[in-house]
Nanobody, 116 residues
C-alpha cells in the first residue's frame, strides 16, 4: 500500500511564504493524483490543490494565484509553494495520494499558522 508523509509546516507572518512537501512510498503501480487538503479548527476538510501524473492541476478559488502545486513523478513527491499567505490560510494541511491500484493514502497532517 501507499503511504504519504508531509513536511514543511510552521509559523509564518501574513504576506510571507512557505513550502510544503509530501513524499509517497509503497507499491501502487503508479500514482495518478496527488493533492493537498486543509482543515481549520471547526471547519471541514477542503481541497487546496491537486495534480495529476501528467501535470494537470486544480486549485481552490481561495488560493489561485497565490499557491502553486508541483510534482516529481520519479520520486512520487509533490510540493505546495504558498505565497502571500493570509491568516485564513491557517490550518492543518494534509497530503493525499490516489494510486492506480489500491486505496487512497492520507498523511498525518502538518500545521501551517499564519500570524503576526
Amino acid at each position: 500500500q501507499v503511504q504519504v508523509v508531509e513536511s514543511g509546516g510552521g509559523l509564518v507572518q501574513p504576506g510571507g511564504s512557505l513550502r510544503l512537501s509530501c513524499a509517497a512510498s509503497g507499491n501502487g503501480f503508479g500514482i495518478y493524483i496527488m493533492g493537498w487538503y486543509r482543515q481549520a479548527p471547526g471547519k471541514q476538510r477542503d481541497l487546496v490543490a491537486t495534480i495529476t501524473r501528467d501535470g494537470r492541476t486544480d486549485y481552490a478559488d481561495s488560493v489561485k494565484g497565490r499557491f502553486t502545486i508541483s510534482r516529481d513523478n520519479a520520486k512520487n513527491t509533490i510540493n505546495l509553494q504558498m505565497n502571500s499567505l493570509k491568516p485564513e490560510d491557517t490550518a492543518v494541511y494534509y497530503c493525499n495520494a490516489k494510486p492506480v491500484l489500491g486505496a487512497d493514502a492520507w498523511g498525518q497532517g502538518t500545521l501551517v499558522t499564519v500570524s503576526s
